[in-house]
C-alpha cells in the first residue's frame, strides 16, 4: 500500500479538516465533495457489499475518507480515490473534452481508454481509433 500511502501523504496544500459535504454512489460513477468535487469511476462491483460508516460518511474528514482507499472493498475503494480527487485544486483551462477530441482528433490515430458515449462520433472524424475496455 505504499503508492497509496504516497498518494495521500503528498497531497499538495491538504487542508486536513477538509469536512466532506456529500458523498454519492451510483451504478458508474461515485463522488465526494469537500474542497472540490471528487470523482472515481465505480467498477461495476456488487453493490451488497457493506460499506463502512454508510449513512455517516459525511462526518468525516477528507483525508479520513481518504484512508478508504486501502480497502479491498471496491465501492470503499472508490469512495476513497474520489475523497482524494476533491483535495485537488483544479488547474488549467475549463475545456469540454468531446469537443477538444473533436477538433483535435480529426485524421489523427486514437487510443482511448474507456467507451464513452463520444465513441461513435470521434470515429467518424479520426484516421484510426481504438477502444480499450474492460467491460465491452
Known amino acids: 500500500m505504499k503508492l497509496i500511502d504516497d498518494l495521500i501523504s503528498d497531497l499538495p496544500n491538504v487542508d486536513i479538516d477538509a469536512k466532506v459535504r456529500d458523498v454519492h454512489v451510483g451504478y458508474t460513477w461515485i463522488g465526494v465533495l469537500s474542497r472540490n468535487c471528487g ?3 465505480n467498477l461495476g462491483e456488487r453493490h451488497d457489499y457493506m460499506v463502512r460508516n454508510i449513512g455517516r460518511l459525511t462526518e468525516k474528514t477528507a483525508i479520513e475518507l481518504a484512508e478508504y482507499l486501502k480497502s479491498w472493498n471496491m465501492i470503499e475503494a472508490g469512495i476513497g480515490l474520489a475523497a482524494v480527487n476533491s483535495m485537488i485544486t483544479p488547474r488549467g483551462k475549463e475545456l469540454n473534452v468531446t469537443d477538444f477530441l473533436l477538433e483535435n482528433g480529426r485524421g489523427k490515430k486514437i487510443a482511448m481508454v474507456g467507451h464513452f458515449p463520444m465513441v461513435n462520433d ?10 480499450f475496455e474492460r467491460q465491452p
Open 122 to 131: 470521434l470515429r467518424k472524424v479520426a484516421d484510426e481509433l481504438w477502444v
Open 39 to 41: 470523482v472515481a469511476k
